[in-house]
């Protein structure tokens, strides 16, 4: 079993910036692929990005040049950076972790952002 839990969500004014962080636990592999997505309200859950254990990132298109995802495997960490932030970027974001064709889901973090 792996657990994962989010932090650093909030309410930030348009332009500003916030840092998710991720902690995971538990049996986690070697090769494991972690990244963030997001649920606005009325919409369905989008890919923000991910990163593999090797350090290869994808992002969307709509947050490229604003945010950047990192990793610490040693700390078993992910974080999502996100400058720039716009209204349509108010959602909730969930960190995952795939290894072996299983997914596994934090319980999300809120991310406001005012015009």
Same mark, same amino acid.
Do not use: H
């Given at each position: 079993?792996?657990? +994962?839990?989010?932090?650093?969500? *909030? +309410?930030?004014?348009?332009?500003?910036?916030?840092? +998710?962080?991720?902690?995971?636990?538990?049996?986690?592999?070697?090769? =494991?692929?972690?990244?963030?997505? &997001?649920?606005?309200?009325?919409?369905? &859950?989008?890919?923000?990005?991910?990163?593999?254990?090797?350090?290869?990132? %994808?992002? #969307?298109?709509?947050?490229? *040049?604003?945010?950047?995802?990192?990793?610490? =495997?040693? =700390?078993?960490? #992910?974080?999502?950076?996100? %400058?720039?932030?716009?209204?349509?970027?108010?959602?909730?974001?969930?960190?995952? +972790?795939?290894?072996?064709?299983?997914?596994?889901?934090?319980?999300?973090?809120? #991310?406001?952002?005012?015009?």
């Amino acid at each position: 079993q792996v657990q +994962l839990v989010e932090s650093g969500g *909030g +309410l930030v004014q348009a332009g500003g910036s916030l840092r +998710l962080s991720c902690a995971a636990s538990g049996s986690i592999f070697r090769f =494991n692929v972690m990244g963030w997505y &997001r649920q606005a309200p009325g919409k369905q &859950r989008e890919l923000v990005a991910t990163i593999t254990s090797g350090g290869f990132t %994808n992002c #969307v298109d709509s947050v490229k *040049g604003r945010f950047t995802i990192s990793r610490d =495997n040693a =700390n078993r960490m #992910v974080y999502l950076q996100m %400058n720039s932030l716009k209204p349509e970027d108010t959602a909730v974001y969930y960190c995952t +972790l795939s290894q072996s064709s299983i997914s596994y889901w934090g319980q999300g973090t809120q #991310v406001t952002v005012s015009s």
